[in-house]
């Protein structure tokens, strides 16, 4: 062929890169161990695996097998670690991640061979896209171990990490685990996918160069029921940190419930990629080509349903289709390649099963002429039209290079379509219009949006999922909080005064109640004395006062038609309250749908609000006093105090409301990512028991002050300072159904709250048992859970009651990233 030739077909000539220094490094040091406290050693199985190269189907090395045994010696050893590295200062933490960032990009052209190799993506992804941002990973996360004393105060590291990978990114999603766990001081044990260990075995020579102290990054090769499951059982581990699917992740969600261990789960997506028609179409056909082909469509956000406006749907396609038949598609290593191998048979299988479903639905299948290579584990690109959106293709992660399109004709068909999913992980929306594209972003239920863009990842943006995408977020500060939780946690409870009977000097409560009967107060004997006909006093009964629910701002019955009565400290009868059940949750969990508009209105109305019902308490501070010495017996004085604190935590929710606001990221390109703080939606919450009222109050208010709406179960010991607050309520101009409150027995209606699929996160301040109910039970639409584990709080501590905690649990970030500047 002469250069003549070459200029008439514009072929490409084959351009890869060598495998040979990987190959070596591989043989040097076949079959690896495990990598505990710095050391590689044998498994105690004596067991290894092979390790597949996925593009020849061949092995490429072995490692070794870790079974449970393993996992002890490995916690063990972070355990001693972790005795040091969590009080190592954050600048020494620093230095150590500044040089494994620098290892990282030593190491960088090796690392992305073996990520080729063994995962079989394109080395053209390992190269640019992979390693960099693992790289950037570190140092981004070095900064933070740098700041976190003076941008974390009050905050200690959770411990030991238990952190297991699936294998689309196996060593950027190793660094999304490592980093931020590292910077907090934690010490980690980590657990590769079976089919992608290699580069993580790197990572753990790299650990070595940079002599990282020995046990703070453990690495277990081996199958999941080996080793994930040892390591999410393990008593001795402080956190799990999960990526994978779904369905692993809710069982990780129900092995963990009552266990004490915090849980970050990023989960699987079927993420809209919507085309208004003044979109770009050329730029939109690039753009999905990166949303769907990217990685082989093997990427947890991928752009996998593609949502086009009707009257440009037949043009785009047609484009798409002209694209699809110019993508290459073959060795990994070929530097001209688009797309790689599938990671193992298995999973092309189920890829092939998947659109052989499809088409057995009705869909039209599209795939381009050319032929895969038939050695190694190949699917080409795919293109589904005419599907419907309830058929399984639109609705199930196929976690492959399957592209379903659909049109709509209108935005709000478009938001309808996109949030038509159980997922939330993440949106591209594509528009010349600015105001279209930023109308719609907010709307659309998922982590990260991008508009004009699609599959951008930076370390200080942070990713991660609403619903059933999974909770916790990696990347950002918000990341960080994952990885940290607050010292007086671990320090115990200063509870002052909350079993206060007469602990503070004053009136006790039996005094106050004996003062009631003579001084004829708001609560208690109200007597009357008129005079009748003989002019002597005669005592009338008192008129019955039965506080019902609040469901949709009404005050309404239990649908049981039972009450159940209040004892006061005393143990007599103070009152009674309607004995709610599964119908009145179901109901005001309806109500609380309904009021989602509250979260569109402005944050300066919802202050207003806050203050406003500051001012209706206070006006009847005397009377929200005596309803609490008269259910717990603590001193009048005391009483005050709490309603004080109320009424103070209110006015610090209002001042929040307008103020807890998002940060605009600066990633290394041209955009800006503008992180935005959403409410998380419906909110179920069972309050405590001590403090009535201000348990009541702090759990409330900084949840409807970021937007959400309400179910709430108050105390189920002195349920009436939250009832008497309905009455405040309806005099606030607060919103129907954004407070719901409904009475009843704590764990019972917790757990119609959990087992809900429109409540999107609970908490719950009871028992132990209790939490693990609620944390068992949320798995089934893997709401947020914030749970105290029977651990009380000081509600009267400002660091404990109060404060960012509560508004971190009320919101959950969305990253909108919008194209800015040159
Ligand atoms: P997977 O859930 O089967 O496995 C993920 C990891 O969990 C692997 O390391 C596996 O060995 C381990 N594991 C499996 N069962 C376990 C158990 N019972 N206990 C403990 N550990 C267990 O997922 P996969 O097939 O490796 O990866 C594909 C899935 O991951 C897709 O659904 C994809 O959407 C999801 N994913 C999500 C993200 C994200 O950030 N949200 C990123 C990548 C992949
Ligand atoms: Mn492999």
């Given at each position: 062929m002469n250069v003549m030739d070459i200029f008439e077909t514009m072929e490409y000539g084959p351009a890869p890169e060598a495998a040979t220094p990987a190959l070596d490094w591989l043989k040097q040091r076949q079959p690896f161990g495990l990598f505990i406290n710095n050391q590689w050693v044998k498994p105690a199985s004596g067991q290894y695996l092979d390790s597949i190269n996925p593009s020849t189907g061949k092995p490429l090395t072995q490692v070794a097998a870790a079974n449970s045994a393993d996992v002890d010696a490995a916690v063990a050893a972070a355990r001693a670690a972790f005795e040091s590295w969590g009080k190592t200062p954050g600048h020494v933490r620093a230095r150590y991640m500044y040089a494994i960032a620098r290892h990282i990009q030593k190491h960088s052209r090796l690392l992305a061979v073996l990520e080729s190799l063994d995962n079989g993506k394109s080395i053209r992804e390992t190269r640019d896209l992979d390693i960099p941002l693992v790289a950037r990973h570190f140092y981004y996360h070095a900064g933070w171990a740098q700041l976190m004393d003076s941008q974390l105060p009050g905050y200690e590291p959770v411990g030991v990490v238990g952190q297991i990978i699936p294998w689309n990114f196996p060593l950027l999603m190793l660094a999304w685990k490592i980093a931020p766990a590292l910077a907090m001081g934690n010490t980690v044990v980590l657990k590769p996918a079976r089919y992608t260990s290699l580069t993580a075995l790197k990572f753990a020579e790299i650990m070595q160069e940079v002599e990282?102290?020995?046990?703070?990054v453990n690495i277990l090769t081996g199958e999941a029921s080996q080793v994930g499951e040892a390591l999410v059982r393990?008593?001795?581990?402080?956190k799990i940190a999960f990526t994978g699917s779904t369905d692993v992740g809710r069982s990780i969600r129900r092995a963990t419930a009552g266990s004490g261990k915090k849980l970050s789960l990023e989960l699987g997506g079927k993420s809209p990629f919507i085309v208004f028609d003044d979109a770009d179409l050329d730029s939109v056909v690039e753009g999905v080509v990166d949303a769907i082909w990217f990685n082989q469509g093997q990427v947890c956000c991928a752009g996998s349903r593609l949502l086009v406006q009707e009257d440009v749907a037949d043009r785009l396609i047609d484009k798409l289709r002209a694209r699809m038949e110019k993508l290459r598609l073959g060795n990994?290593?070929?530097?001209?390649?688009d797309m790689g191998a599938i990671v193992s048979p298995g999973q092309l299988k189920e890829i092939q099963r998947l659109v052989a479903q499809g088409v057995e639905e009705g869909a039209e299948m599209w795939q381009p002429s050319w032929a895969c290579p038939t050695e190694g584990y190949f699917f080409p690109p795919t293109l589904f039209t005419?599907?419907?959106?309830?058929t399984s293709i639109a609705q199930v992660e196929i976690f492959g290079p399957v592209l379903v399109s659909m049109t709509f004709r209108t935005p709000a068909e478009a938001v309808a379509l996109a949030n038509n999913t159980r997922y939330g992980l993440a949106a591209s929306v594509w528009s010349e219009n600015i105001n279209l594209a930023l109308d719609v972003a907010p709307k659309i239920k998922a982590g990260s949006v991008w508009v004009n863009c699609t599959n951008m990842f930076d370390a200080s943006s942070g990713f991660g999922g609403y619903r059933e995408s999974g909770f916790g977020r990696e990347g950002g500060k918000e990341g960080l909080y994952e990885y940290v939780r607050p010292a007086w946690e671990r320090h115990g409870v200063n509870t002052g005064s909350v079993n206060g009977h007469a602990d503070v000097e004053g009136m006790t409560g039996a005094e106050l109640i004996a003062q009631d009967e003579d001084s004829n107060g708001a609560i208690g004997r109200n007597e009357l004395r008129p005079y009748g006909d003989s002019g002597n006093a005669v005592t009338l009964p008192p008129i019955d006062r039965t506080p019902k629910m609040f469901i949709k701002g009404k005050q309404v019955r239990p649908d049981s038609g039972y009450s159940r009565d209040v004892y006061g400290a005393e143990h007599h009868v103070v009152g009674q309250v309607g004995e709610g059940n599964r119908k009145d949750i179901r109901n005001a969990v309806e109500a609380a749908h309904a009021a989602s508009g509250w979260a569109a209105g402005t944050t300066h109305n919802r202050a207003q609000i806050l203050y406003y019902i500051a001012e209706n308490l206070e006006i009847r501070q005397d009377e929200f006093a005596r309803r609490i010495v008269q259910q717990t017996g603590r001193s009048y004085e005391d009483a005050v105090r709490e309603v004080q604190a109320s009424i103070s935590r209110l006015f610090s929710y209002a001042a929040w409301a307008d103020k807890y606001e998002g940060v605009v990221h600066r990633p290394p390109l041209r955009g800006v990512v503008l992180a935005m703080n959403e409410a998380i939606g419906v909110i179920g919450m069972a309050c405590p028991d001590d403090y009535p009222l201000l348990g009541f109050v702090s759990l409330v208010a900084p949840a409807i002050a970021m937007g959400n709406t309400v179910v709430v179960v108050p105390s189920q010991q002195s349920p009436l300072s939250a009832t008497d607050c309905y009455q405040v309520f309806e005099t606030s101009d607060l919103p129907d159904g954004v407070v719901n409150i409904v009475t009843g027995e704590r764990d019972a209606l917790s757990s119609v709250l959990a087992d809900?699929?429109?409540?999107d996160a609970i908490w719950y301040s009871g028992t132990a048992e209790g939490s693990k109910l609620v944390e068992m039970a949320s798995a089934g639409n893997m709401k947020r859970t914030w749970v105290y584990y029977g651990h009380p709080r000081n509600w009267l501590d400002l660091a404990q009651g109060e404060g960012e905690e509560f508004l971190r649990e009320s919101t959950q970030v969305k990253n909108i990233w919008v194209p800015y500047g040159e």
């Open positions: 990282l102290p020995a046990g703070v393990h008593p001795d581990v402080n990994p290593l070929d530097k001209a390649v005419n599907v419907s959106p309830a809900h699929d429109d409540v």
